[in-house]
């Protein structure tokens, strides 16, 4: 799920890719790329950026990926507007130039950049919104639901609209509406409908892989000022994706905007 808006741009960089970089950089797909965004979907279990693990992670190794394919001998700007849990796979946007950095951040913090996730979660919640406080615990990167106005809480809100149930779980879409740290995990779990592969908030179990994707992505392109669509849709051969394949397979048809009367997203 994405985290707080962010404009972070980093010039670093060296002229060589590298084995371990060129590796990763196979893992991750590109839907789009210009001179001044690129579009791709990050795999799960890769960290947006670098953290205590050392592990690669995908600001890295795209800024690696742009210094070999474009031939750039020095350092090589890579601006990160948003992040996925490390995960949790699907859709990013990263800015190619600082003006694109810029203007895509503040499409973030007005709310006109819709990002929204399928996940399948535990039990059979009809749709609905969700609005809680939620508060972050730094040392245990933890963040739980507090009362309203407690120090250092942020409002968070969120709609799910419940796509199809089998088994006892729900395939259902996300749309939120704030960028806190673990948002959607916390916010469902707290409803009382976990992710199915939340070891963190909904007891997942050793091996299973959390059921959280990032699948639509609408901006604005931060040049041309054209509105852009983008679809990653999650692997519906794992379980529990799987369940809800014939449904996932149609939603290239169903990814236009719902009416608001529909009690969804």
Not at 41 to 64: E, Y
Not at 169 to 175: A, E, F, G, I, Y
Request: charged residues 25%; glycine residues 10%.
């Amino acid at each position: 799920m994405r985290e707080e808006p962010l404009s972070r741009g980093d010039r670093s960089g060296g002229p060589g890719i590298g084995q371990e970089n060129r590796n990763f950089a196979a893992k991750v797909r590109v839907l789009y790329e210009d001179n001044h965004l690129l579009v791709v979907v990050k795999p799960p279990n890769m960290p947006t950026q670098a953290d205590s693990s050392h592990d690669p992670d995908l600001f890295s190794v795209m800024k690696a990926y742009v210094a070999e394919k474009y031939h750039k001998p020095g350092a090589v700007y890579l601006g990160l507007v948003h992040r996925l849990d490390r995960p949790v796979g699907g859709l990013l946007v990263l800015a190619r130039t600082s003006k694109a950095a810029e203007r895509l951040s503040k499409q973030v913090q007005a709310k006109t950049m819709n990002r929204e996730y399928l996940a399948v979660v535990r039990g059979r919640p009809e749709s609905g919104e969700l609005c809680e406080w939620l508060l972050k615990d730094p040392a245990g990167n933890t963040v739980r639901v507090v009362p309203a106005g407690t120090p250092g809480a942020k409002e968070a809100r969120l709609s799910f609209q419940a796509l199809e149930s089998r088994d006892g779980c729900t395939l259902v879409r996300v749309r939120l509406y704030t960028g806190r740290s673990h948002q959607i995990r916390v916010q469902l779990s707290h409803a009382g409908f976990p992710i199915w592969g939340d070891a963190r908030y909904g007891q997942g179990r050793p091996g299973e892989q959390i059921a959280l994707w990032g699948t639509f992505l609408t901006l604005t392109h931060p040049t041309l000022k054209e509105e852009m669509h983008f679809l990653s849709l999650p692997p519906e051969k794992n379980v529990p994706w799987s369940a809800f394949a014939s449904y996932i397979h149609t939603m290239t048809e169903r990814s236009g905007k719902l009416p608001p009367e529909s009690g969804g997203i």
